[in-house]
């Protein structure tokens, strides 16, 4: 999994960027670095960037899955804010005939996280403040650029990555899809303009 790399906005960019955008040729979202909270080694994994292209062939958590109770949070990490999701022990009419306490172990640290006294946007929080099995953290959540082509011919997108020096990676196009290119950090000027005059 690409190296997560984060650079401040540049306001030089902000006009071409404006007009990439107005056109169709990039687009913006929120992302950040997805993480998984270790239950039984109390230690945060990360998986790369919490892109769902990116992460639909990772690593499923037995302890999310249909009828246990989720809760999910805005929670402090490391100076900033991070979104958790975890498995909680409380009861719900949809749960599975055992409780997720007896067969997970509980997660320290996402209960750690969870019980601070400045988290925000709270849902299912446990009434004893206890996580179980592992977490899901996404930190660091910035705006991210991706380039698309609608109507690209084959093999265009992916010759044009080739071209670019931005720290990035090619999404395969799926199901009628085209393909995407998504920028690790801001894309450079040197980019912005070799996109402006290949497609703007």
Same mark, same amino acid.
């Given at each position: 999994?690409?190296?997560a ?12 960027? *404006?007009?990439?955008?107005? *056109? ?27 892109? =769902? ?5 990772? !690593? ?9 109770? !989720?809760?999910?949070?805005w ?8 979104k958790?999701?975890? %498995?909680?022990?409380?009861?719900? =009419?949809?749960?599975?005939a055992? $409780? ?8 320290e ?9 400045d %988290? *925000?946007?709270?849902f299912?929080?446990?009434l &004893?403040?206890l ?16 380039? %698309? *082509? ?10 044009? &990555?080739?071209?670019?020096?931005? $720290? ?5 196009g799926? &199901? ?8 690790? !950090?801001? $894309? &450079? ?11 703007g």
């Amino acid at each position: 999994m690409a190296k997560a790399i984060r650079t401040n906005p540049r306001c030089t960019s902000r006009a071409t960027l *404006k007009e990439l955008a107005a *056109k169709g040729i990039l687009a913006s979202s929120m992302v950040g670095i997805r993480c998984i909270i270790r239950a039984t080694a109390d230690v945060i994994d990360d998986q790369g960037f919490d892109l =769902w292209h990116l992460q639909r062939n990772g !690593e499923r958590l037995p302890n999310f899955q249909v009828g246990l109770v !989720e809760c999910r949070a805005w929670v402090s990490y490391n100076g900033g804010r991070a979104k958790l999701e975890a %498995t909680t022990d409380t009861r719900h =009419w949809n749960n599975p005939a055992y $409780p997720p306490g007896s067969a997970f172990p509980e997660n320290e640290l996402a209960s750690r996280l969870l019980n601070q006294p400045d %988290t *925000k946007a709270a849902f299912g929080i446990p009434l &004893n403040g206890l996580l179980y099995g592992d977490a899901i953290l996404v930190r660091d959540i910035r705006r991210h650029w991706s380039l %698309t *082509k609608r109507g690209a011919k084959q093999g265009e997108v992916e010759y044009f &990555n080739e071209m670019l020096s931005t $720290p990035r990676t090619l999404i395969e196009g799926w &199901n009628g899809h085209p393909p995407q290119i998504f920028f690790h !950090e801001e $894309p &450079n000027e040197g980019d912005l303009i070799f996109t402006k005059l290949r497609y703007g």
